[in-house]
């Protein structure tokens, strides 16, 4: 229901404003329209999933608390246990979905609010579903995308037509894909470059990494309670998830990359750092500092994520931490 609100908005505001769907704009694919679409309608898939887990979380919260508990205590450091076991999985996960979903409400201008009318009802819908019926969950969730449809593509087409000059930045908005959103708050003083850096990041970390995170943590914990159907229907959330953050991170590892203000003898291609680092030279030390930095800020909780889902596998407990290991939770 939700991809399809999407889709209708998106094709309407698209003709209203004649762009070409298959034309392709120059030599980065990641600028042609259909690319762009995919993309969106994986970060909106994306979001379908997070909202869902929510009421898995909270229905199968009481099953798993006794390794969720244990896990938190085999970290051992900042006292983090007895809060977790207060909290519960579900009601961390809940919390997660809101710190992550509702804060872009306040931020962003009155015709991105449509977007999100389904999401808040999908969130909704989930609870519903983790707690009463899958009826209730569907009666709570078709309200507000009814809504969102009624008047979102009315505003969006008048946006289209206000604010929107080239066709990069209108496929960019049609989808409400990764980084566009933040040139709308802060205007054109700041440089683009550190658009896509802050406001991608922050998205990366706390829209879809945490969501990951969990989504993982929760994979190992119903390992031996599941079936391969279910694990395969987790395996393919997860690699939503996974897909939809890497596919972030190379116009903001390009952006990063040239914020950081290299010296001119330091200044090279993306391309150039990458087989340079390998070489002994003091020369190489500025560029390959950049990447480190990235690749420890960005990339690495992605491969952390990955890597639980492998050690569900290889713990003979399932579950793995950065700082310990595999847990042992006999």
């Known amino acids: 229901m939700f991809l399809l609100a999407h889709a209708g908005l998106t094709a309407c505001a698209m003709c209203q404003v004649g762009l070409k769907f298959w034309e392709f704009p120059g030599r980065n694919p990641m600028t042609w329209t ?6 969106t309608l994986l970060e909106h898939m994306d979001m379908f999933t997070d909202a869902l887990f929510v009421g898995t979380a909270a229905a199968c919260s009481d099953t798993i608390a006794d390794q969720f508990e244990k896990s938190w205590a085999a970290v051992g450091r900042g006292g983090l246990g007895p809060l977790m076991a207060k ?3 579900g009601g961390l996960a809940f919390s997660f979905v809101l710190a992550a979903y509702l804060p ?8 991105a609010v449509p977007l999100f009318l389904p999401a808040a009802g999908l969130l909704l819908g989930a609870l519903a579903i983790g707690y009463s019926s899958w009826a209730v969950g569907v009666a709570m969730a078709l309200p507000l995308t009814v809504a969102a449809i009624n008047f979102g593509e009315r505003m969006w087409r008048g946006n289209f037509t206000r604010q929107l000059e080239d066709r990069k930045e209108g496929a960019l908005w049609v989808g409400m894909v990764v980084f566009q959103n933040f040139h ?7 440089p683009k470059s550190v658009r896509l850096v802050a406001f991608g990041l922050v998205r990366l970390l706390y829209e879809n990494l945490l969501q990951l995170w969990l989504q993982s943590s929760y994979f190992a914990f119903t ?3 599941t079936g391969d159907t279910a694990k395969a229907k987790i395996l ?3 690699a939503l998830g996974l897909g939809v953050s890497v596919s972030k991170l190379p116009e903001m590892f ?3 990359y040239d914020e950081m ?5 330091c200044r090279i291609t993306v391309y150039e750092t990458l087989r340079r680092c390998g070489e002994p030279r003091r020369d190489n030390i500025c560029p390959c500092v950049s990447v480190l930095l990235f690749c420890l800020v960005a990339l690495g909780p992605v491969l952390a994520v990955a890597a639980k889902v492998y050690f569900a596998y290889a713990c003979p407990d399932h579950v793995w931490n950065i700082l310990g290991g595999c847990v042992v939770l006999d």
């Open 34 to 39: 259909p690319v762009l679409f995919l993309l």
């Open 104 to 111: 872009q409400l306040v931020y962003l201008p009155s015709p």
């Open 223 to 225: 390992f031996e309670a």
């Open 261 to 265: 203000r290299l010296p001119a003898d």
């Open 236 to 238: 393919v959330s997860l």
């Open 254 to 256: 390009s952006a990063w």
């Open 87 to 89: 909290l519960t999985f």
């Open 184 to 190: 709308y708050i802060v205007g054109d003083e700041v």
